[in-house]
């Protein structure tokens, strides 16, 4: 079975800087969605990558697809606390299921 | 906008009670699943149904059932509650053909089985 792993656990960083999460796959990815979750609530669709080397934006996140298709990478330019959370990939299967990672929880400090 | 209710936001119920989580969806998706969320063991599926009335079982299916008998609703049953299914109850659903790996979450429902 698949099995995807997040780094880092945890990141916590200042308002305004930089950061990257990267997704790593067990086996080659052929869909990959990003997901993000505030604590206690339901998760919440970002982007989705299906080809090798794609990459998507969306405000000041980007995400993109390695050309060998075993791992993604999450990018937030210039963090605001409303970055903050908890953001998971997620690997396309069979049978419309999904394989979840553990996820990443990103603190913002303003 | 995209909208899947869970009824519950909290539950607290006794061991051995029989518990329903109820999920509608108003997206007339065909696709809808139950997920549990623990901490250190991330998000793990229960079941899930792709047609009203179809189930199958996902990677951690014991001590649990589900049911769908209208399209919209997809709940999900502890037959008898035990403390090790206290957790985080997360449905979602999701639409057919090449959308149906996004997927909607509900709020999630918090369990708590004393």
């Known amino acids: 079975s698949q099995e995807l792993e997040q780094s880092p656990q945890s990141l916590i960083v200042q308002e305004g800087k930089n950061l990257t999460i990267n997704c790593t796959s067990s086996k080659t990815l052929y869909g990959l969605y990003w997901y993000k979750q505030k604590y206690g609530e339901g998760l919440i669709f970002l982007m989705m990558?299906?080809?090798?080397?794609e990459e998507k934006s969306h405000e000041k996140i980007t995400a993109k697809l390695d050309e060998k298709k075993q791992q993604s990478s999450l990018h937030i330019t210039a963090s605001q606390p409303s970055h903050a959370g908890i953001y998971l990939c997620g690997a396309a299967g069979s049978n419309y299921k999904l394989t979840f990672g553990k996820g990443t929880l990103l603190t913002v400090n303003p | 906008d995209v909208k899947v209710t869970q009824s519950s936001r909290y539950l607290v119920k006794r061991t051995g009670e029989k518990v329903f989580l109820e999920c509608v969806q108003d997206?007339?998706?065909?696709?809808m699943f139950w997920y549990r969320q623990d901490p250190g063991l991330g998000l793990r599926l229960i079941y899930f149904s792709y047609d009203v009335k179809m189930k199958e079982k996902g990677d951690i299916p014991e001590g649990y059932s589900v049911s769908r008998e209208k399209k919209e609703r997809f709940s999900l049953i502890l037959e008898s509650a035990s403390t090790n299914q206290t957790s985080m109850y997360l449905c979602a659903s999701s639409p057919p053909g090449a959308a149906q790996n996004i997927q909607y979450f509900g709020a999630g429902t918090r369990l708590s089985v004393l």
């Open positions: 997206m007339d998706h065909e696709n």
């Open positions: 990558l299906q080809k090798g080397g």
